[in-house]
């Protein structure tokens, strides 16, 4: 099986820009999360999704919002783009109830300048 | 309020010594714990869990996790430590009440040949 994939990889964007993360699960996954990882902070949950509707979200502000497709894939944006954005943005998807652990992909390293 | 803790930063221990990655949380009622290990440019990988049953659970690569109720408290343990073990591990929590899961800061494990 295939495993999380996200795209891009890398991503260099400047100041009051948006970007557009996306994030495809393993096959048969419903539920994908997403979170910033940054050497401060550590790993910080975003939202989750589950079956295409938010089913849990963390405390950050609108600017970051995220939605799923009917095939599961996922996207994530942030509009209005700060420096204190720039970090490594992971993708992890699982089966689908709580109990389910995640499967973490490799992530999208995004850099703001 | 929920919250998962790894009291060590850094851990350093010889090779084929037992290694101990502390992590306490703090959270009302059963919840769901999950250690996970990400390798230097690797993605996080999940390394066991516990939901219910046995308080001694094993997982990938060796390791296992002891749930002690009265202590919140979830330290992973190796009984003889490889070099190739050096990585970050995180400890994670998720209360089923509301689906929110928090990862701990991490700690670093370095084996020392």
């Known amino acids: 099986k295939a495993g999380v994939t996200q795209t891009p990889r890398y991503l260099i964007k400047t100041r009051g820009q948006q970007v557009t993360l996306s994030c495809s699960p393993i096959?048969?996954?419903?539920?994908v999360s997403w979170y910033q990882q940054t050497p401060g902070q550590g790993l910080q949950f975003l939202f989750e999704?589950?079956?295409?509707?938010?089913?849990n979200k963390g405390n950050f502000p609108g600017r970051f919002s995220g939605r799923q497709f009917s095939n599961s894939r996922s996207e994530m944006n942030v509009s209005t783009l700060e420096l204190g954005d720039s970090a490594l943005y992971l993708c992890?998807?699982?089966?689908?109830?709580?109990?389910?652990?995640?499967?973490f992909g490799p992530g999208t390293r995004l850099t703001v300048t | 309020a929920q919250s998962v803790a790894q009291p060590e930063d850094q851990v350093n221990v010889a090779e084929g010594n037992p290694l101990t990655v502390k992590c306490t949380y703090s959270?009302?009622?059963?919840?769901?714990l999950f250690w996970y290990v990400q390798y230097p440019n690797r993605g996080l990988q999940f390394l066991l869990k516990?939901?219910?049953?046995?308080?001694l659970v094993k997982g990938s690569y060796g390791f296992e996790a002891e749930f002690n109720k009265s202590q919140t408290s979830f330290h992973l343990k190796k009984p003889s430590a490889l070099v190739s073990d050096s990585a970050l591990y995180f400890c994670?929590?998720?209360?089923?009440?509301?689906?929110?899961?928090?990862f701990g800061k991490g700690t670093r494990l370095h084996i020392l040949p």
């Open positions: 959270v009302s009622g059963n919840p769901y």
């Open positions: 994670a929590v998720r209360d089923p009440r509301d689906d929110k899961i928090i």
């Open positions: 992890a998807s699982s089966l689908a109830g709580v109990s389910y652990e995640q499967y």
């Open positions: 999704y589950f079956s295409e509707t938010q089913r």
């Open positions: 516990y939901i219910t049953g046995d308080n």
């Open positions: 096959s048969g996954h419903r539920s």
